[in-house]
Nanobody, 124 residues
C-alpha cells in the first residue's frame, strides 16, 4: 500500500501562486508515475500534470502548460505542483495520485493510490 497526503492548498487572488505538496509513504519503491488531478464542483476529475518517479519526463494538461510545474524530491518521497498565474477556473480540489504503471498518463483509472485532496480557491 501507498499513502499520499497533500498539503499547500488555500485561497489566492487571480495572478497569484501556490505550491502543493504530496508526501508519499509505504511501498513507495513500487511507484513509477505520480500525477495531479483536480475536480471542480459539478465537473469530472481532470488530469493536471504527471511526472515519472525516475528520470525527467513530465506531462501537462494544455490548460496549465506554462503556468504549472511538477517536480519531485526522491529523498523526501514528495511531489510538488508549483502553480503560478492562477486563474479563477483553476479553482478545484486537487488530488495527488500514484501508480505502478507508466501509461496512459492522463487516465485517472490508471492510478491506484489517491490522496484526500486539498482545496484551491482562486478569487477574481
Amino acid at each position: 500500500q501507498v499513502q499520499l497526503v497533500e498539503s499547500g492548498g488555500g485561497l489566492v487572488q487571480a495572478g497569484g501562486s501556490l505550491r502543493l505538496s504530496c508526501a508519499a509513504s509505504g511501498r513507495t519503491f513500487s511507484m513509477r508515475l505520480m500525477g495531479w488531478f483536480r475536480q471542480a464542483p459539478g465537473k469530472e476529475r481532470e488530469f493536471v500534470a504527471a511526472i515519472r518517479w525516475s528520470g525527467d519526463t513530465t506531462y501537462y494538461a494544455d490548460s496549465v502548460k506554462g503556468r504549472f510545474t511538477i517536480s519531485r524530491d526522491n529523498a523526501k518521497n514528495t511531489v510538488y505542483l508549483q502553480m503560478n498565474n492562477l486563474k479563477p477556473e483553476d479553482t478545484a480540489v486537487y488530488y495527488c495520485a500514484a501508480t505502478e504503471r507508466l501509461f496512459p498518463v492522463r487516465d485517472s483509472r490508471v492510478y491506484d493510490y489517491w490522496g484526500q485532496g486539498t482545496q484551491v480557491t482562486v478569487s477574481s
